[in-house]
């Protein structure tokens, strides 16, 4: 009797999980990895500027992380860039 009640408990866990997952994804809850990653300072690798407008949208902001854009569009990293 006890092994169908540790099982009955355990499948009680794991749907409870399952519910919970589902609903915080239906709820349109986002992570950092589900919204483009992350910026490094002086570092262009892996970084599409479309993702990230708070920074690749505003020329002081981007400057700040040592990025400029050129007459043609596309972002580069400063000469002297050193990160922090």
């Known amino acids: ?3 169908r009640r ?3 408990a355990i499948s009680a866990v794991l749907a409870i999980g399952m519910v ?3 609903s915080a994804a239906a709820g349109g809850q986002t992570r ?3 919204r483009g990653g992350f910026v490094k300072p002086c570092s262009l690798e892996g970084v ?3 993702y990230h407008p708070g920074i ?3 020329a002081a902001v981007a400057r700040a992380y040592g990025f400029v854009q050129s007459r043609d569009g596309t972002w580069h990293v ?3 860039c050193h990160p922090y």
């Open 78 to 80: 400063m000469s002297n």
């Open 56 to 58: 690749f949208g505003n």
């Open 20 to 22: 919970g997952a589902d």
């Open 48 to 50: 599409n500027p479309a």
């Open 32 to 34: 950092w990895w589900d």
């Open 1 to 3: 009797m006890s092994g």
């Open 6 to 8: 540790l099982f009955l």
